[in-house]
């Protein structure tokens, strides 16, 4: 079990190359026990993206608040807050802020 408020689990840069100013918090993983599913949170500054990937899982998307563009397969398509993102597997696609404030975006993946 866990409780606790998503401001206070710590923030790590995404260093992975293509990404701009994007932060991640990890509020649920296999740390915490989970054995299906990991909940993430990634706040994308202003002009930030994260990089344009593809990858093997699906993921679903929850946008909490701030404007964007998500890119899927070279088409846009602008999003905001409460929009919700299935990004099928190994489909290239990328979230970039195109807003004045913080982008915060829940994202879920399977774990591993």
């Known amino acids: 079990m866990k409780i606790e408020k998503s401001s206070n689990i ?13 932060g991640i918090r ?9 054995q299906n599913f ?7 500054q202003p002009g930030g993206h994260t990089p344009l990937h593809t990858h093997p899982e699906e993921h679903e998307v929850f ?3 701030g404007e964007g563009t998500f ?4 088409q846009e398509h602008p999003l905001g807050s409460e929009y919700v993102v ?4 190994n489909r290239e696609h990328r979230f970039m802020n195109t ?11 399977p774990i591993n």
């Open 71 to 74: 890119i899927f397969e070279g």
């Open 63 to 65: 946008v909490l608040e």
């Open 10 to 22: 710590g923030k790590s840069p995404v260093e992975t190359d293509g990404a701009k100013d994007v």
């Open 86 to 89: 299935f990004v099928p597997p």
């Open 38 to 44: 990991a909940m993430r949170m990634f706040e994308l």
């Open 26 to 34: 990890w509020l649920i993983s296999k740390e915490d026990g989970a």
């Open 99 to 109: 807003g004045d404030s913080v982008l915060r975006m829940l994202c879920i993946i």
